[in-house]
């Protein structure tokens, strides 16, 4: 298995984690009875905090997954790995991993810098659009 597709594994890892966090933080959240979470979730009591900004970091990395799983896919296909392609990789994992916990932290500011987790989304995002045009220029 190829490095990039080790890095797509952990990301669907990853992404098999946010329930579990989320719901986790949901659980404890005031009005939220173990009936609510074991029956077939009818009138669920609105998430809040941690467990609204999981399910939302959750969705996001879903949507942020697929057209990576597909680059990588492509790459794979057409026998493409190389140092360009390993490091996009590799840039994708580690900030999707801090996106998800900056999300799920609330955290919009750090060191001073103001929307650092969209700054780290648009980090995923070029990583991606490298490894496009690695695959295009193959």
């Known amino acids: 298995m190829t490095y990039e597709l080790t890095l797509l594994a952990l990301n669907a890892l990853l992404c098999l984690a946010f329930p579990w966090v989320y719901n986790y933080a949901y659980a404890k959240q005031p009005g939220v009875r173990s009936e609510h979470l074991t029956g077939n979730r009818d009138d669920l009591p609105e998430r809040k905090g941690m467990a609204a900004r999981g399910l939302r970091a959750h969705q996001n990395h879903l949507e942020n997954l697929l057209p990576f799983a597909i680059l990588v896919l492509i790459a794979h296909g057409i026998g493409v790995s ?11 994992f580690l900030n999707r991993l801090a996106h998800a916990g ?4 609330g955290i919009s500011s750090l060191f001073g810098i103001k929307g650092v987790r969209s700054i780290v989304y648009l980090i995923c995002v070029l990583a991606m659009l490298v490894y496009a045009t690695e695959l295009f220029l193959a």
């Open 102 to 105: 900056l999300y799920i932290a």
């Open 82 to 92: 190389n140092t360009v392609t390993a490091t996009c990789s590799t840039v994708f």
